[in-house]
């Protein structure tokens, strides 16, 4: 009996360590998930900056593109008012040889005793030089002030073009950089589209009626709707239900200064529909992408990111639309995470 109760009293309790144990990978996992939400944190900050700075960048070259545009409309005017000058002053140079000329050929005062007639007339001669002679000095004042002038003029031009030149070349620096962030921004898109879709494939699983092609996401018109309606079926709600939650996600996952929308195409098959509420395939399909677009705003996708469009037959993806498989691939509801 009493080796009995020695056996129970050596019994082991692990209870206390593995409580221990499991407290160790609280604070483990409490620790990581700290990290990363400091690191989206910071990541957030970085892209507020990168924005401010394209904003910034945008502004300066709406300025030098105002600023260039003046430059080279007092060009144009300071041209004007010098080919003006310029032929002024060449009418005046004329009128001042004109006038030198009637002035070397009036004749010398006589000394031979003729008439008083003529006398006279060597009077005149002598007043008409004067006032030539008089004509002529303001002449070549107008001459002086014109050609001060042109070279206020010249220099002005100088300077025009020379800021325009530098304007040009601020541009050009600006264009660059403002191409590289909107690249960067790109490359974002990019990659939250392949999430996006991916998210999505893990959701609806390998459908052979749910397919990626390209950049966009297909369904085929069936998963969501029966034949020649735009009322999505009972049975494609909880479809459309697990779309509405995927873009929720990616709502929350993109940062807000990148401007994005996710475009809802509807497409139809080749074959003509004439009814009352569809007088063409253009309605029918126009009417499919609004009806998914309505559905889900109603599950709380914001409107600013959604766009509905209607492509009716004319962009098939099967190009041999003659046959029923072609035809079921050619009627999809396509999406597309596109810039807005």
Known sequence: MALGRRGRDRHIDYWPGFVDALSTLLLVFIFLLSVFMLTQFFLTQEMSGKDNVMQRLQAQIRQLTELLSLERATGQTTDG???????????????????????????????????????REVDLQKDVAARAIAQIELLNQQISALRRQMAALEEALNVSEKRDAES??????????????LAQRV???????SEFFGRLRDILGNRPDVRVVGDRFVFQSEVFFDRGAATPRPEALAELDKLAGAILDLEKSIPPDISWALRIDGHTDNRPIATPQF??????????????????????????????AGFGEYQPIDAAAATEDARARNRRIELKLTER
Do not use: C
């Open 81 to 119: 008012e010098l080919a003006t000058l310029r032929a002024s002053l060449e009418a005046t140079e004329s009128e001042r040889d004109r006038l030198k000329g009637q002035l070397s050929t009036a004749p010398a005062p006589t000394d031979d005793g003729r008439t008083r007639a003529l006398a």
């Open 279 to 308: 007088p063409s395939n253009w309605e029918l399909s126009a009417a499919r992408a609004i009806a998914v677009v309505q559905y889900l705003i109603s599950k709380g996708v914001s409107p600013q990111h959604l766009i509905a």
């Open 168 to 181: 040009q070349t601020k541009i050009t620096d600006l264009g660059r950089r403002l191409n590289v962030a």
């Open 187 to 193: 490359q974002e898109l990019t990659r939250f589209r």
